[in-house]
C-alpha cells in the first residue's frame, strides 16, 4: 500500500521558519515528481513548490519564490519543504503529491499519489 505521509506543521509566528517533510512507503520518492500544494480555508488548491525526479529541477510558486526551498533525500525516501520568512498568509494544510510527470502536476495539479496533509499556521 503506498501512502504519502506530511509531518512538520505548526504554529508558528510571522518571520519564523519551519521545514515540513513528505515521507512515503510503498513506492521509490526518487522515481517520482514531487509537489507541495497547500489549501487554505476559503481559498482553492495552490502549487506551492515541485521538484522533478531525474534531474531534481526546481519550480516554485510566485507567492513563495525566494522564501521555500524543495529537496529530497533519496536515502529516507523523504522530500522536503524549507519555508522561511512565513506570513500570515502562508497559513494552510500543506500537502504532498508524488506523480510520473512533473508537467502534468505542475501545469494541472495531477498526481499519482496525496498525502493527507499537514496543518501549519502563521500567527502572532
Known amino acids: 500500500q503506498v501512502q504519502l505521509v506530511e509531518s512538520g506543521g505548526d504554529l508558528v509566528s510571522p518571520g519564523g521558519s519551519l521545514t515540513l517533510s513528505c515521507t512515503a512507503s510503498?513506492?521509490?520518492?526518487?522515481?517520482?515528481?514531487v509537489g507541495w500544494f497547500r489549501r487554505a480555508p476559503g481559498k482553492e488548491r495552490e502549487g506551492v513548490s515541485y521538484?522533478?525526479?531525474?534531474?531534481?529541477?526546481?519550480y516554485y510558486g510566485n507567492s513563495v519564490k525566494g522564501r521555500f526551498t524543495i529537496s529530497r533525500d533519496n536515502a529516507k525516501n523523504t522530500v522536503y519543504l524549507q519555508m522561511t520568512s512565513l506570513k500570515p498568509g502562508d497559513t494552510a494544510v500543506y500537502y504532498c503529491?508524488?506523480?510520473?510527470?512533473?508537467?502534468?502536476?505542475?501545469?494541472?495539479?495531477?498526481?499519482?499519489?496525496w498525502g493527507q496533509g499537514t496543518q501549519v499556521t502563521v500567527s502572532s
Open positions: 521538484i522533478s525526479n531525474r534531474d531534481n529541477r526546481k
Open positions: 503529491a508524488a506523480g510520473r510527470s512533473l508537467e502534468a502536476m505542475r501545469d494541472y495539479g495531477l498526481a499519482d499519489y
Open positions: 510503498g513506492l521509490t520518492l526518487e522515481y517520482y515528481a
